[in-house]
């Protein structure tokens, strides 16, 4: 089993429709989850990061955490075509070992 | 301020070669991490130095060593490569304290023929 799963996709919306990127993880020691952004040919970037259980939001991002399920997920409101990318989702038991999914790939279409 | 800077940018190797990937931290980070991303695949962590010492290490064969110099710069070396090696090497830096938040470098592309 991998320590995190995501549905590889692609996940298609329409412009200013909200996507909605799922995660799930197996270890129940995860402390800190965090969403990454990578364009193509490009390395990824850290886009929301979350640590207790609910809703963190950060302008058209918000992250949502379910320790008891053991889920991740991330919401992009108003999808733009730049949102267009992978988006990976990392956990970490001690913040010196992280474990990435394989990414689900979201085309935003104008 | 400079980023994340990995050299060299593409490599291309033998199998059974060996290879040396370098890796410079961000302006005040003295954490480095290196991971391997597969095509399709998300990052796998290697390892991790701190301190000029290996920290944490992920499920990886002894042929990967690391190396963290006193200014906080990184090589990552790969002894005996496979075909199974190819892949992008991507290094990413920290604060310690704050390795929550990591800054990943350009990344290494290495192909083993």
């Known amino acids: 089993q991998k320590e995190v799963e995501q549905n590889s996709g692609p996940l298609s919306v329409p412009e200013g429709a909200i996507a909605s990127l799922n995660c799930t993880y197996s270890?129940?020691?995860?402390?800190?989850f965090f969403w990454y952004r990578q364009y193509s040919g490009k390395s990824p970037e850290l886009i929301m990061s979350i640590y207790s259980n609910g809703d963190k939001e950060d302008g058209r991002f918000t992250a949502q955490l379910n320790k008891a399920s053991q889920y991740v997920s991330l919401l992009i409101r108003d999808s733009q075509p730049s949102d267009s990318a992978t988006y990976l989702c990392?956990?970490?038991?001690?913040?010196?070992?992280?474990?990435f999914g394989s990414g689900t790939k979201l085309n935003v279409k104008p | 301020d400079a980023g994340v800077t990995q050299s060299p940018t593409h490599l291309i190797k033998t199998r059974g070669q060996q290879v040396t990937l370098r890796c410079s931290p961000k302006?005040?980070?003295?954490?480095v991490s290196w991971y391997q991303q597969a095509l399709g695949q998300g990052p796998q962590f290697i390892f991790q130095y701190y301190e000029e010492e290996e920290r944490q290490r992920g499920n990886f064969p002894d042929r990967f060593s690391g190396h963290q110099f006193p200014n906080y710069s990184s090589e990552l070396n790969v002894n005996a490569l496979l075909l199974g090696d190819s892949a992008l090497y991507l290094c990413?830096?920290?604060?310690?304290?704050?390795?929550?938040?990591?800054?990943f470098g350009p990344g290494t592309r290495l192909t083993v023929l």
């Open positions: 990413a830096s920290s604060k310690a304290g704050r390795t929550d938040t990591q800054y």
């Open positions: 302006s005040g980070h003295d954490t």
């Open positions: 270890d129940r020691g995860s402390q800190s």
């Open positions: 990392a956990v970490t038991p001690n913040f010196n070992k992280f474990y």
